[in-house]
């Protein structure tokens, strides 16, 4: 049986290593794609695989087609929205990711970006401390709950807002505080720590009114997803408020516009590198792995998306 490892942005060697012993051990055979440049070369490569490990990459309807033996693909990571998932479901093809295994990255990095942009992205002149100021961490999943810890530990005040979250109890057990609309949570943090994912109801939906509510000297933090980002509205926020921050690891669509127009208050990252660390990558690829030779030996499903 064929595995593929599909992955424009490659996992660490070392995660690479790990996969493949998984899969040989399975008695599978691996098959690697980094690096591609042209869908044509995922198309060729997907064609005669029985599972498929992906990162970002986009598994659309087309890949779908061409995966003529296809069973199984494991997003290596959190966010699945890269998957056409109505034409996996319509095949019988199980889709899954691997939630947690990066989150630790991604967390570390959103709490980076805040002392980026609070000490003027390392240019000369007088920053702001992150101590002391409130944390608003928008989705309480696993990455929005270790960068609540994280900004604990580093003494901010933290709160969150989860649409899905309604027992006050889940935050106050992380000593976190809720508040009950997503316009309060903008209205009172001084950093905004987004994770909610790319979704028909989140696309667009952060934009001028959310972000003009917030305090003076405002930064909102973009680990997630841009879609999900109304990029004129931010715009409209940066020019309406002088002191309202950016910054993003997922470039929006129109950041060399951005840049040119707001320079220092806006930053995102040349490429996306959330979940870029050796052990995010060991821990999201091995668990994929895992998932695949579970699901292929012995039809395992813990973690499908698509039920
Ligand atoms: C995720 O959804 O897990 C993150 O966005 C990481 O994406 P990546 O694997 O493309 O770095």
Known sequence: MKVLVATEK??????????????????????????YT????????????????????????EVIAAAKNLKIVVRAG????????????????????????NSNAVAELALSFMIYMSRNRFTPGTGREIQGKTLGIHAYGNVGKLVGRKGKALGMNVIAFDPFITDPAVFEADGVKAVSSIEELYAQSDFLSLHIPA?????????????????????LVNTARKEVIDEAGLAEALQEREDLKYITDIAAETQ?????????????????????????NINAGLAAARQVVGYLKEGITRFQVNK
């Open 10 to 35: 490659p996992f660490a060697k070392k995660a690479v290593d790990g996969i493949r012993e998984i899969i040989e051990t399975a008695g599978c055979e691996l098959a690697l794609l980094e690096k």
């Open 38 to 61: 042209d869908k044509a070369q995922l198309l060729e490569a997907v064609a005669d695989a029985e599972a498929l490990i992906i990162r970002s990459d986009k598994v659309t309807s």
């Open 78 to 101: 959190a966010g699945y929205d890269n998957v056409d998932l109505a034409a996996a479901t319509e095949r019988g093809i199980v889709v899954m990711n691997t939630p947690g295994q």
């Open 199 to 219: 979704t028909p109801e989140t696309k667009k939906s952060i934009g001028r009114k959310l972000l003009t509510s917030m305090p003076k000297g405002a930064v």
């Open 256 to 280: 060399a516009e951005l840049n040119e127009k707001f320079g220092n208050r806006v930053f995102a990252t040349p490429k996306k590198m959330g979940a870029e660390t050796a052990e995010a």
